[in-house]
């Protein structure tokens, strides 16, 4: 049985189309076509891809490097669809050997019970991250990679975990292709790497960084670092936070001028909603100040905004138009992360499940069928 609706604007992820009938069948797209609305036929007015969200932390109640189970990740994507974003990979920072096991058995489990969610895998943010860019990640337990580590790791999240993010400079090059070979997608972050070093990992098949400015090493016109070497790669991936804190909103402006379609939307949010005002696990502290989370040293601890905040930054502030900011939060990470002929766009044999908002960018709302 199919069912039909009627959309206003269709964001494709590669154009805008106007007066449009969806058909769907058996959850998915079956046709895309011009028309006009019959009676009493669903009617939205914007029609996007559903968002993904590749870096978030936590849902409106839990954190998931904490409580490494699966009421952590269905916090996560419950509180994720509640603000329109309709996929999502819970990220686990750096911590023991044992959570991080903890925390891909939990996804996995979390994955096979709820096959039609979106929860598409997980995100290890660490442990092999360079202590000098640690951010609020924990000294005790950064390292480097050892063989055996990297290899248990590669073997048991399988499937599970969809994206690293290490300091490529702490890896010899045989462990980087070791991970690199492993199917996860790579990226450089938490990095203190310079210029050649990041040029090297680059030129050995890493096409990502993680949150472009933050926890790497910075532009200079001496030692051009990480952040240089990202500008300098066209081919590479930038994921930014556009929240005015953890970026300031010229630097996110700087950054879409020179990456262009390899500049995507990230929320890396704590905590959704701001319900979490203050939040210790062990020597991880946070406390909400000023409409952002900060440690007791004083470092930015995870951001307050949903992808759907940071797509209308990106339109409002920025001066980015709607179509690309749709795209920067559908189709590029999708791309970025080699799912990009599952998810992120509209257009036959896709999932139909879609991200809707209105003009005003105040109200975003997953939409399944």
């Known amino acids: 049985m199919s069912t039909q609706f ?29 028309g006009t609305p019959k009676t ?65 058995e939990a996804t996995r489990s979390y994955m096979e019970k709820h096959p039609d969610s979106g929860v598409l895998g997980m995100h290890l943010e660490g442990p092999f991250l360079n202590p000098v860019k640690r951010g609020a990640h ?19 999240g399988r499937d599970v975990i969809r994206l690293i ?16 070979e492993s199917g996860i997608t790579v990226s450089a972050g938490h990095s203190n790497a310079t210029y050649a070093e990041a040029m090297t990992a680059f030129d050995q098949g890493i ?3 993680t949150h472009l400015y933050n926890a790497m090493s910075a532009f200079g016109h ?13 081919s590479v991936y930038a994921p930014v936070i556009i929240d005015g804190t953890h970026c300031d909103f010229g630097a996110a402006s700087v950054a879409y001028k020179i990456k262009r379609d390899k500049l995507f939307l990230i ?40 992808l759907g905040d940071a797509v209308r930054n990106a339109i409002e502030i920025i001066g980015i138009p709607v179509q690309e900011a749709i795209e920067m939060a559908t189709i590029r990470p999708a791309t970025a992360l080699g799912l990009q002929d599952k998810i992120g766009s509209i257009a036959p044999d896709y999932p139909a499940v879609f991200t809707t908002f209105d003009d005003n960018l105040e109200n975003f709302e997953v939409l399944r069928y």
């Open 165 to 180: 993010t290490i300091a490529p400079e702490m890896f010899t090059e045989d462990q980087l292709a070791m991970l690199l």
């Open 267 to 306: 929320s890396d949010a704590l905590f959704l909603g701001q319900k979490v005002t203050q939040f210790k696990w062990g020597e991880f502290d946070a406390y909400l100040k000023d409409g952002k989370y900060v440690n007791s040293d004083g470092n930015l601890a995870g951001a307050t905004i949903s």
């Open 40 to 104: 009493g036929m669903p009617q939205v007015t914007n029609l996007a891809p559903g968002l993904f969200d590749s870096h978030i932390n936590g849902g409106e109640q839990f954190y998931f490097t904490e409580r490494a189970d699966e009421e952590t990740i269905d916090d996560i994507y419950q509180a994720s669809v509640r603000t329109g974003t309709a996929y999502v990979l819970p990220t686990l920072i750096t911590s023991p050997h044992d959570n991080i096991l903890k925390g891909i």
């Open 207 to 209: 096409q990502l960084v």
């Open 138 to 156: 924990l000294t005790a337990f950064v390292r480097k990679p050892t063989n055996a580590e990297l290899e248990e790791i590669i073997q048991y």
């Open 222 to 234: 001496r030692a051009p670092g990480l952040v240089g070497a990202t500008f300098d790669t066209e």
């Open 6 to 34: 009627f959309a206003e604007k269709v964001f494709t992820g590669e154009e805008v189309l106007f007066n449009q009938i969806i058909v769907v069948e058996e959850g998915r797209i079956r046709s895309v076509e011009h």
